[in-house]
């Protein structure tokens, strides 16, 4: 199987991971805001920017959220844009940080931007999405921005950060030891 075979098939696999750890893990996390849960699958998505590259994130990424808009989403369109818009946030400072200098401290660094990145832009999101998806009128979800989506927000990037980067490694080891991925100097 040459590697372009290998790599179809590990970000197929990708999706199908993310897509189970979005659909057994959903942990809310403010009770005022049930529609907020953390669910762990930017952390695959995150791995898979790291070994392929930001263009296969998005891929990936979009392909998880479609999947999940037509089986579990209970939040309908709008809730795919923002599940992709807060994911390719996160994932694509490292993604391309990472594929430019392949060391640790660029992948930290492009994580940790992509922690401040997906608040950012997921209060931004919240803002203008918000009160058209849940029918509240724009100042409500204005004063729910500073006590309730930023420290979603915070909170999901950053556990997401670290368990990316707790994984990373011993999952490229066996990716490469079982020859799915080709060895760093290849």
Same mark, same amino acid.
């Given at each position: ?6 790599? &179809? ?49 998005? &891929? &990936? ?26 994911? *390719? ?55 729910? *921005? ?33 020859? &799915? ?6």
């Amino acid at each position: 199987m040459n590697y372009k075979t290998k790599k &179809i098939t590990t970000m197929a696999m990708m999706v199908a991971i993310s897509f189970v750890m979005v659909s057994l893990i959903r942990i809310p996390i403010f009770p005022a805001a049930p529609f907020l849960t953390y669910e762990p699958k930017d952390v695959i998505i995150a791995i898979a920017g790291f070994a392929f590259g930001p263009v296969e994130a998005i &891929i &990936i990424s979009v392909a998880v959220s479609l999947i999940e808009l037509f089986t579990i989403s209970a939040t309908g369109l709008w809730g795919c844009l923002m599940n992709i818009l807060s994911t *390719l946030a996160f994932v694509l400072p490292g993604a391309i940080l990472y594929r430019k200098n392949k060391t640790r401290k660029m992948a930290w660094i492009g994580i940790g931007i992509g922690v401040v990145c997906m608040t950012l832009t997921m209060l931004l999101w919240n803002y203008l999405v918000t009160p058209i998806y849940m029918g509240y009128p724009r100042e409500a979800v204005a004063a729910m *921005l500073l006590p309730i989506f930023l420290p979603f927000n915070l909170i999901k990037s950053v556990l997401n950060a670290v368990f990316t980067m707790l994984l990373y490694k011993p999952l490229m080891r066996v990716l490469r030891r079982t020859n &799915i991925l080709p060895e760093r100097n290849a």
